[in-house]
């Protein structure tokens, strides 16, 4: 579209393992009268991901955050728009083409107890990807042993069924199963957020080990920015289906430049400030992404919001090495 | 500030089930003076809930088979209150919001029905009075367009909304004590900022008492004057939040202090691993041998696994700062 999103998606020096390109899904709209409008769920976004590298993405709900990552697996099919992967664009690939890059793709969902099947052994919910894909020969005994460990469970608990696990176990076999066919990047959605504190860390060390020995990259998606940080190496921020800023975790915490990152920021409650506090708190809600605000979505609740904002939306701009940030007055 | 407003004392409450029984609640005391705001944190099955279900005796008799101790409100005990009083006192001396705004209001009641019910049933306000003042209540809590938004439902409400809603009908009777039960946990962040501003602020104009019950250390860090840490059913810690959060003593505290991924620590390349606490809450069932948080404990001794630790300041300076523990952190780093 335009020569900043072409320089957005470019990630740190090395050739990106996942470009996704002014990325589009746009629902239908309900009703008859007037004439429904499409909501839209992702509306042209850009970013990066590198070869052992984490992008953090965060945004409130209703962002357009999990629909994206699941977009890139194409769980929800994407409206337009690029999914390249070392070089294939998967999002133009027909079903059959597509279902060898399953492998290279894998997801940790957020709630452990929907998303693993209650009938099935542990072994068989975590041996299914091998199946699925013609290799029943990688899971005798000590395979799956071996996976189960890397994941810190026990031998013992593979002949358990999931209702016999904790949240935090639970969590740790949904893992198991995205490394079980080595993919090369991992789509966390929220893979932390329904745990307790004291298991929310047990995770996140798993999951940093795994990537120290794997080298796998992960989409970790989250709304906790504490957790984003101490996790990504980049992060994207996103507001109502848009990326309004996105660079290296470091420079995007201590300078954050769009107005909305400034408040989210903000409002993290933390541990230390004491009582008194001065925040400049966002009025109002998130606007419905079925009618959302002319010009710069974010307008309506921004503090630096003028009439400008209203006429045009405004574009990522370069901010420093790798950090851009769409906002009219920065 | 001689009497507390509300007081819990050595409160043990037990669930049956076919498995057994739980010991949801064992021996947990604490007070709530008036116009003060105490947190109440902790994981999953601590009992934080529990325990304020059981101030306003909301759990069932089954499953709930034995509950002793007292919940003395204004010098009264509650546990012995009759269905009557209990009603009285329900939503207009002590009221509770929930942490889901969505199945915690009726979705085919107005929500000016629901402000004006209270307000008739506890205060006899007439219906046009009721509505006019649950209009006021709506302006209160920052509800925009007070006058159109009495007329409309909950699902027309956003979650902050609705939730701001609750707060409207939990104060309607100018309650002693607002009970909070995770209000900002299904909230996103730039709204629970809104609403702990906004609890704060009517603490203040009305001086209810409010119980913030929740697992976000950060969230009590920044509204709590007290904090009480629970862990598997007893508490753990207690003290000024400052003093807590300078001191933590108890290693339970400390472990999920540690455990928190903060926004003002260094980033390091590579990240440091975050600190754990290794294994995962117990199981009530069974009278606890020692101290239930032993066997998660790295400085646990011999005698943590047989005697249950008294609850005791953890030094002479300061007798409100009172943690459950035979060694506490200071001890251990001093051997």
Redesign the interface.
Known sequence: MNSTHQEAATPSQKPALLEVRELVKYYPGRGVWPKPQPIKAVDNISFAIGYGETLGLVG??GCGKSTAAKTILRLIEPTSGAIVLEGTDIAKLSTSQFRPYRRDLQIVFQDPYSSLNPRMRARDIVAEPLQNFGRSGDCDDDKMAALFARVGLDREAMRKFPSEF???QRQRLGIARALALNPKLIVCDEPVSAL???????V??LL?DLQ?ELGVSYLFVA?????V???SQRVAVMYLGRIVEIGP??EL?ANPRHPYTQ?????????????A?E?T??????PSPAKPPSGCTFRTRCPMARSECAESSPQLAAQGPQHWAACHFI | MSTPLLEVTDLHLAFASREGVTRALEGVSWQLNAGEMLGIVG??GCGKSVTAMAVLRLLPAPPTTHISGAIRFRGENLLQASEARLQEIRGNEISMIFQDPMTSVNPVLTIGEQIAEVLMLHQKLARRAAWARAVELLDLVNI?DPQRRVHEYPHQF????RQRAMIAIALACKPDVLIADEPTTAL???????I??LLDRLRRETGTAIVLIT?????V???CDRVVVMYAGAKVEEAA??EL?ARPSHPYTR???D??????TP?TE??G??????G??PSLRGAAVGCRFAPRCALAIDRCRSEVPPFAPIDGANPTHRAACWRTVCEAIAE
């Open positions: 409130e709900s904790s949240g935090g307790d504190v004291s298991i929310q860390a047990q996140i060390n940093e120290h709304h906790d920015l504490a957790v940080r101490h996790i975790v470091g915490y408040a989210l920021l903000a409002a993290v409650p933390k541990v230390g400030a004491g009582l506090r925040k708190l966002l009025k109002g809600d998130l | 994981e999953s925009p956003s979650g902050g909304m996103d962040v730039t709204i629970q900022a809104q702990m501003e697992h976000d250390l950060g969230v860090a920044e509204s939040t400052n959060f472990g999920l202090l455990a928190m991924p903060r926004l003002d980033l590579p990240r691993r975050l600190p754990e606490i290794p995962m809450v």
